[in-house]
């Protein structure tokens, strides 16, 4: 790739919904771009494609090293983010606006739907023939990108549940009873699946793993949390937001109250209590012996603590960082487009790679959880666990009597 | 109190909701009693009352110190908790217990139902000339302990709290709009307040904070959130549990869905997201434009994590292992009875000490916020923030552009 690159300025932008670490890659990518030959100025694009749409853009420029240190270490999209999804004419206004600031080169942070639009803009470049480069970079609390072993922003949100769990799990044993705790993820179950870290004895919770890779039954969601009560006084439970029947039908979906979609059609599943509410009640109405008094049941929803916690792993960390330094090496080096991916080599010792990929073979795909990561219809398998070690660091030690 | 000290045996019980420090006051009981001379064994009774109702000990001579420190760094109730409060003759059971065991020296951890309880069985061990000494732990995530400055437990709910919010508001600010936090408090406002550590600037979240101690009125409410929103584009809005009307009613009463009690016939308020969802949708439906877009709200209700959450405040740490150590030495220095409490000396330098006071000051009361931490009708002092801080400790940094 010896061909000379454009000259004019870079874009970056923080797509979706923000993660503990995702300031991380937009630092990783300003100072990597900043001082390259090629590039004169790094914006900043204010609420994602809106500020591109409306010209409202950061000078990155202006910060001092220390400033982009300490952006770096603050959870949530330091630009600002948006779920605006642009079709074929929002791209069009966007590559308008780009040829007016001589922006050659464009950064996108963000997950499955983030890359289509990283697509969709390359696209119109292409065929109105402006010379644009085109990079994705990954982030995701869902860790359901293709291509990529996992994303950043995973292995913090699994961290902020795993600790989670620990603390509930004993909480729970202290004052026993019936607890379920809803963890966030559409699709995937990938973060439901990491409540299974703060296991540390046989019988310590989650006792029950929910995903929404596997079809999920009332009834006999009743008879699991029933057995498991009647063996150990206690039960903790870890629910997918996304648990759907056999038909793929949301079970949140079934109860009323939810009466919002986003612009990409999405079901509003976060920010309400609602499910966790509605499993906690059938529970309770099921499980009161006839006359008898009622076990105690509780439902927490962890809501968006899951994705903003401001104690992010330090291996998530330090990869956002270098995917977004990986895109600008990737750009300086003449690539023309393409996702930045995390690829793992090896899991003992852990090593990764950052290849870049086709961006199509991302752009609006979603990955679940492979079948070997799930263990029946409740739980996760061991070869999950050990995946999954290395992206979470180290979690506190805890004695129990 | 140069008097002889009873030879005999110690119990120590944990009681009502844990927290991420009483381990550590367990720990501090146990170090300082074993060995003591005149007390030959310590036992942990399990799950609190119950466990010395029905002879359900645990000998803490077993454990390494090793293991103590163990117990200690964990949150929740090592031993186990109940809600169960004793009356007179449930006093009278235990009584008979510590008289076969011949137990002479009564630790009780937890907050005013258990002052009450600790009053309770001293009063009957008095009235039948049994030589039993009777001391209280202070634990309450809730701060809400007269006689005291604060309360060992609080300060680490309040730094999840702070941590919380700090994390929320700039997730908020990423993808605007109305976010409501609902925060445990029963009938104290100590911990809601804490959200106000989480501003570093003028529009940092929580715009809001509605506290027990204050009427809260609906339609005030929106019109509060409405002003905040029209001004900023968002609103971060930090609510009780615990809010009530003019009349003393909480507001979750109102709603349906809340069918239990516990034992003390308090109103189940944790453990569901109906508040929050509640709010969520009544400023949904007022706030919406005739015919035009609802504005992004959502709902977090924070749940057990607020007391469990294994990342403890340092300081908090080291003062319920004091206010445990200090319950032991108070009884091996001949005193009778009585509740630790924790008395401020100064903030700057920041400086407690902790007298044994009279068991009947805390016994079955409750402490509201003072008036002069309280400011209007939706936020805290700046009173209330420096006496805060000192027991919080360091919280992150945050960086913003």
Redesign the interface.
């Known amino acids: 790739m010896s061909e000379q690159l454009p000259e004019g300025n870079a874009v970056i932008g ?1 797509s979706g ?2 993660t ?1 670490v995702i300031n991380q890659s937009l630092v990783g990518a300003v100072e990597a771009l900043r001082g390259a030959g090629a590039i004169e100025r790094v914006f ?1 694009a204010r609420h994602a494609v809106r500020g591109m749409l409306n010209e409202d853009f ?1 000078d990155m420029g202006r ?1 001092s090293q220390d ?1 982009l ?15 605006d999804k642009p079709d074929r004419e929002y791209g069009e206004k966007i590559v308008e606006v780009f040829k007016k600031h001589n922006i050659r080169y464009f950064f996108y942070i963000g997950g499955n739907d983030s890359s289509d639009t990283c697509r969709i803009v390359k696209d119109v470049a292409r065929d109105s023939n402006y010379d644009l480069r085109s990079f994705h970079i990954p982030k995701t609390i869902d860790n359901d990108l293709l291509e990529n072993d996992h994303t950043p922003g995973y292995g913090s949100a699994a961290k902020f549940v795993a ?2 769990f ?3 799990a ?2 729970n ?4 009873g019936i ?1 379920v705790n809803v963890v966030m993820g559409r699709h995937a179950g990938f973060l439901t699946g990491a409540s299974a870290l703060a296991r540390r004895r046989d019988d310590d919770g989650p006792h029950l793993i929910y995903l929404p890779e596997t079809d999920f039954d009332p009834d006999r969601f009743v008879g699991d949390v029933e057995h498991v009560y009647s063996r150990l006084g206690r039960c903790q439970i870890a629910v997918s937001e996304g648990i759907n029947d056999k038909a793929g039908n949301f079970i949140s979906a079934m109860m009323s ?1 939810f009466d ?1 979609t986003d612009q990409h059609g999405n079901v509003q599943l ?5 499910l ?2 509605w499993l ?2 059938m529970l309770r109405s099921r499980l009161t012996p006839a006359g008898g008094k ?1 076990p105690r ?9 899951q ?5 992010a792993s330090p291996v998530d960390q330090l990869e956002a960082r270098k995917a977004g330094a990986m895109a600008a090496m990737y750009a300086l080096q003449g690539r023309r487009e393409g996702s930045v991916a995390i690829q793992r080599v090896s899991t003992i010792p852990y090593k990764i790679e950052m290849p870049l990929v086709e961006l199509e073979k991302i752009a609006g795909k979603t990955r679940r959880m492979p079948a070997e990561y799930i263990d029946g219809r409740h739980d996760v398998s061991q070869s999950f666990l050990e995946y999954l070690r290395p992206l979470v660091g180290t979690l ?6």
């Open positions: 923080q919904g923000p503990a900043g950061v910060y400033d240190e300490r952006f770096a270490v603050t959870p949530s999209a330091a630009l600002g983010s948006s779920r600790m989670a620990m603390g509930d004993l909480d044993a202290s004052l026993p607890k109250g919002e976060s920010g309400t209590g609602a966790g509410d906690a009640h009622p049941i509780r439902a927490d929803t962890f809501g968006y603590l994705r903003c916690w401001p104690d506190p030690v805890m004695g129990r009597l």
